[in-house]
């Protein structure tokens, strides 16, 4: 008995796995495709370094829908162009007069100060397209580019500040801090810089898992949906497939004859030959038979032909409206939100396999 329970808590770890890796697949495609994780840093640069959007929002994602929406399918694609020309190697002052400005004599120049740091950075790029696809920049990488920002300077840190606040850039106010915290010290300041940003990018990574957790819940739902992933149902399948699997065997031991018995529990499309429903039996477990309720199905022909995909639309159709089925698809979709490092921890635990290092 307890054998059997380790069979069905083994064959639904393994089904959550299977079901969990491919949503991350899908997922990380579509990441990779709209280029999300670079969007959401370089809106994070944008909001820190030149303030919100033209019309005053903030680059980042303040709501779930903009996650899906927003950042993604915007035409205002937060990332700088790329330039296939090389950075120049000094860099030229902010073209900004602070006293004039803070004055109120000249207006607030248009200085893009996510282009500038972009310039600095261009050299660890390695773009696709128009854009810049950098979608992480090391601490102490940022921090060299905030130092040549401000060698450009006459005043040195005090000058960069200067501009930062003539422009209203919220940056300003950041390296401020960090500048009288190190005591005007150049070296402490760099260091200081590095230690900002590292804690700025934990609280930017703690904000995009959290946003990506929606994103693969929804993802999730569409998948158990559209395969009609019903767990509690697939854990019955799991028990009565043990149980005909045991009867086939123990019917198999007495041989032909009673090999003859089981033509009656043959499916007469897969084999009239008893043999053949036993081979049948065994290399057909529950775990495949998951996917026959998709809204489109794949049969693999056993004399390795080609595979031929079947529409199950009417009957998957009257398993989403049953609602007998929705207690087994809502619990599907909770076990997918832990992710497939869990259930692979988990199988793990049941197999008692061990990683060989």
Not at 121 to 128: R, V
């Amino acid at each position: 008995m307890i054998s059997v329970y380790v069979d069905l808590a083994i064959g639904l770890v393994l089904a959550f796995l299977l079901l969990s890796l491919l949503v991350s697949g899908v997922n990380e495609a579509f990441v990779r495709l709209l280029g999300i994780r670079s969007k959401f840093l370089w809106a994070y640069l944008r909001d820190t370094m030149d303030g919100g959007a033209a019309d005053g929002t903030s680059w980042i994602p303040s709501k779930i829908a903009d996650v899906f929406a927003k950042l993604p399918f915007s035409k205002n694609d937060p990332r700088p162009e790329h330039s296939p020309d090389p950075a120049p190697p000094v860099v030229a002052p902010m073209p900004v007069d602070p006293t004039a400005v803070l004055a109120a004599e000249e207006p607030v120049p248009d200085v893009d100060m996510t282009a500038r740091l972009y310039r600095r950075l261009q050299e660890i790029d390695h773009p696709k397209g128009a854009r810049t696809t950098i979608a992480d920049i090391p601490p102490e990488r940022f921090s060299g580019a905030v130092m040549e920002l401000v060698s450009a300077e006459e005043g040195g840190v005090d000058g960069l500040l200067t501009k930062l606040e003539a422009v209203g850039s919220p940056l300003a106010g950041h390296l401020k801090g960090v500048w009288e915290g190190a005591q005007r010290d150049l070296d402490k300041f760099r260091k200081g810089v590095e230690n900002w940003f590292d804690g700025e990018m934990q609280r930017l990574s703690t904000l995009y898992r959290r946003y990506v957790k929606w994103v693969l819940f929804a993802l999730g739902a569409a998948l158990t949906l559209l395969l009609g992933m019903d767990a509690l149902e697939y854990g019955k399948t799991l028990l009565r497939d043990n149980a005909y699997r045991a009867a086939v065997a123990a019917v198999a031991e007495g041989g032909q004859e009673a090999l003859a018995g089981l033509r009656e529990r043959c499916d007469p499309t897969v084999s009239t030959d008893a043999l053949g429903c036993v081979t049948e039996s065994f290399s057909s477990p529950a775990l495949v038979k998951i996917f026959d309720h998709s809204i489109v199905s794949v049969s693999l022909p056993p004399d390795g032909g080609d595979p031929s995909f079947n529409w199950n639309g009417a009957v998957w159709w009257d398993r989403l409206i049953t609602p007998g089925h929705w207690p087994g698809y809502v619990l599907t979709m909770i076990a997918l939100l832990f992710g497939a490092p869990f259930w692979w921890d988990v199988l793990r635990r049941l197999t008692g396999f061990r990683h060989r290092s």
